[in-house]
């Protein structure tokens, strides 16, 4: 069997205009990144085109370690959408270095339902999350040096910044760290961190944000930290905005590469679902909507992280209205979510595979909270039997939800054409049925109680003292009609990584606040999450290599 690599560099792809004229796209209109990669200008964004098209989301069940396969179930959606004649594109988001040298890999799909050219997606790519980084560490710069030349004339108290610095890296030793260190000329010694850039504010901004003046004006609003008499201190006092933005010159401009069978795919975007939105540019995939009949997206990890916060925050921001839902479910997660070993998930386990049963159906019922009809995939796997199969099928047939096996992987298009009509069916009966979950003027106990009790399944939400006062904070300066956008683990429904499959009688425990205030959003923080990953005790990024020719290995 071939690797994704192996089938990626096999793959015969198209020239980048070509597929560009798909979408009615002139070649004058694209920013040329080589032969197989553009940027697309915002120009090409079409409000009026936007309500009428058809949006897709794609979400899961509670992942394994190694992911469920949302994006490569998305690819391989959009391939069979095309394969029965709807114009469709994938929009998704941008894969982070963490991943990619750490446990999951990157982030261009597998097997024949990947995006190409996968290699360049997967190290660097554009360069849009280093420009991320560097508008990011630009605005860390400025408020360390206004406290060492400018004799703080801001009043800012250096015990009260909370604007980090990050890196696009799993790197647990830089999560708390002190600067400024040796002498008076070397700065302001103070404590601060590093946070992984796909937890970045300023990469939550350019998600949500709709041109470059938008953009401006959300990392004006960032909230860099308070004064000695508790007051607000943002992003403009120091008159960072015009800088940032100026290095967001052509990051803010969405992807446009192919799938392996020669379909458009738009990539921008790559914040973490666990710690930040989960979602691509609210750009991208207002492009794809005006370009294409269809958008399929994903959001990351499972519905009630990801795919809330695109429902209650992008579309909310946005004005989005997304017309279906994809649930992705494997056979083996479901049997880990049933007790079963890691290393054991690639034997039969129906009696594992029935306890664990429970964590799909909380997911369906989760998609259901916001008045959508989800579709489930089962992303099939070569180790999964029949009689495993058909258990999931009759499950969601006993639930009167509709449900496909999928075999993207294997089989590019034709392997999705089943599910693609059953997602083509769902979308067409839903125009205008959509509900967010909560609306942004409740107060921030209410929203957060909403999300816990209803798609976590906890009786109750717990605040520590800090909380409490973070809180009264937010209602004092303004910021409580913030959406809240909560980091937790993404490996339970619940806030305890080791409750799996469908935890009932628990309570959500909210740690903290931050603050993304530039973005439009609170965090609170719950249980032991953490804002910069580490790496495994075995990195991938240990059997990456290249030789003289330039050839890349062990990626995947």
């Known amino acids: 069997m071939k690797s994704d690599l192996e089938i990626a560099k096999a793959a015969t792809?198209?020239?980048i205009t070509e597929i560009a004229s798909k979408l009615g796209v002139e070649e004058k209109d694209l920013h040329m990144y080589g032969r197989y990669i553009a940027k697309?200008?915002?120009?090409?964004?079409?409000?009026?085109?936007?309500?009428?098209?058809?949006?897709?989301?794609?979400?899961?069940?509670?992942?394994?370690?190694a992911g469920e396969g949302k994006t490569t179930t998305s690819i391989g959606l959009?391939?069979?959408?095309?394969?029965?004649?709807?114009?469709?594109?994938?929009?998704?988001?941008?894969?982070?270095?963490?991943?990619?040298?750490?446990?999951?890999?990157?982030?261009?799909?597998?097997?024949?339902?990947?995006?190409?050219?996968?290699?360049?997606?997967?190290?660097?790519?554009t360069g849009d999350l280093s420009a991320v980084e560097k508008a990011h560490n630009l605005l860390a710069a400025l408020v360390?040096?206004?406290?060492?030349?400018?004799?703080?004339?801001?009043?800012?108290?250096?015990?009260?910044?909370?604007?980090?610095?990050?890196m696009d890296m799993n790197e647990r030793s830089l999560r708390n760290i002190i600067i400024g260190m040796g002498g008076p000329k070397q700065g302001i010694p103070?404590?601060?961190?590093?946070?992984?850039?796909a937890a970045s504010e300023?990469?939550?901004?350019?998600?949500?944000?709709?041109?470059?003046?938008?953009?401006?004006?959300?990392?004006?609003?960032?909230?860099?930290g308070y004064t000695y008499d508790d007051e607000p201190v943002y992003a403009k006092d120091f008159n960072a905005q015009g800088a940032m933005a100026a290095l967001m010159k052509y990051a803010i401009q969405p992807n446009l590469v192919q799938t392996i069978e020669g379909n458009p795919a738009i990539i921008h975007g790559g914040p973490f679902a666990n710690i930040a939105q989960g979602t691509n540019t609210l750009i991208a995939t207002k492009m794809g909507l005006s370009l294409s009949d269809y958008v399929v997206t994903e959001a990351g990890f499972a519905s009630e992280l990801g795919a809330e916060k695109f429902l209650d925050i992008k579309c909310q921001y946005g004005g989005l209205t997304p017309n279906a839902s994809v649930i992705v479910a494997t056979i083996r997660a479901l049997k880990y979510h049933g007790g079963a070993k890691l290393a054991s998930l690639k034997e039969p386990n129906t009696s594992a595979l029935e306890k664990g049963l429970p964590n799909l159906e909380k997911h369906i019922e989760n998609i259901q909270h916001f008045n959508l009809k989800p579709v489930v995939a089962i992303n099939k796997f070569a180790t999964d039997s029949d009689e495993e199969i058909r258990m999931v099928i009759k499950r969601c047939e006993e639930l009167g939800v509709r449900v496909a096996v999928c075999e993207g992987w294997e089989k590019g298009s034709e392997g999705t054409i089943e599910l693609a009509e059953l997602v083509k069916d769902a979308a067409e009966s839903c125009t205008t049925c959509f509900e967010p979950l909560y609306d942004f003027n409740w107060d921030i106990e209410k929203k957060l109680h909403t999300i816990a009790t209803k798609l976590y399944g906890a009786d109750h939400v717990e605040y520590t003292v800090k909380a409490k006062q973070q809180i009264a904070m937010f209602e004092k300066i303004g910021?409580?009609?913030?959406?809240?956008?909560?980091?937790?683990?993404?490996?339970?429904?619940?806030?305890?990584?080791?409750?799996?499959?469908?935890?009932?009688?628990?309570?959500?425990?909210?740690?903290?606040?931050?603050?993304?205030?530039?973005?439009?959003?609170?965090?609170?923080?719950?249980?032991?999450?953490?804002?910069?990953?580490?790496?495994?005790?075995?990195?991938?990024?240990?059997?990456?290599?290249?030789?003289?020719?330039?050839?890349?290995?062990?990626l995947f």
């Open 13 to 15: 792809m198209k020239p």
């Open 40 to 65: 697309l200008p915002l120009k090409l964004i079409d409000e009026s085109k936007v309500k009428n098209k058809k949006l897709v989301l794609v979400t899961a069940i509670t992942p394994t370690p």
């Open 78 to 125: 959009t391939e069979g959408l095309n394969k029965i004649g709807v114009k469709t594109t994938v929009v998704i988001r941008e894969p982070s270095l963490g991943p990619v040298f750490g446990i999951k890999g990157g982030a261009a799909g597998g097997g024949m339902s990947q995006v190409l050219p996968m290699e360049d997606i997967n190290l660097h790519f």
């Open 144 to 166: 360390d040096n206004h406290l060492q030349s400018r004799n703080n004339s801001l009043n800012l108290d250096p015990r009260k910044i909370i604007w980090k610095r990050v």
């Open 190 to 197: 103070r404590e601060t961190g590093f946070d992984i850039t």
């Open 202 to 224: 300023v990469m939550a901004a350019l998600c949500l944000a709709k041109d470059i003046e938008d953009l401006k004006e959300k990392f004006g609003n960032i909230l860099v």
């Open 479 to 554: 910021l409580d009609k913030l959406p809240v956008c909560v980091a937790k683990t993404q490996k339970s429904l619940s806030d305890d990584q080791y409750k799996l499959g469908r935890p009932k009688n628990f309570t959500v425990k909210i740690r903290e606040f931050e603050v993304a205030a530039g973005a439009g959003f609170l965090i609170p923080i719950a249980g032991t999450i953490m804002r910069m990953p580490g790496l495994p005790s075995l990195p991938s990024a240990e059997k990456i290599d290249i030789d003289n020719d330039g050839n890349i290995s062990g």
